[in-house]
């Protein structure tokens, strides 16, 4: 799968960069907030069944973001989607 930049460069998709800012954006939360390894690959996973050939950068985020609500880890959701809101500014 390809994935879309926000600067317009198509790169091989890599679930680590995916686990990783989820991680980084776990760490920054309450720990009734967190999720764990299995969930971080739970929604991997349902990025990777999606079976896209091509998929925006700000379309993953949007799927993470959904996947965190309705795993009820709102304020992670909130934080991981300003990680990528922070991203996008620099």
Known sequence: MKVIKRDGRAVYYNREKIEVAIEKANNEVNSNEKVSKTEIK??????EELDKKRILAEDIQDIIEQQLMNMNKFELAKTYTGFGYNKALL
């Open 42 to 47: 739970q929604i991997v996973k349902h990025i």
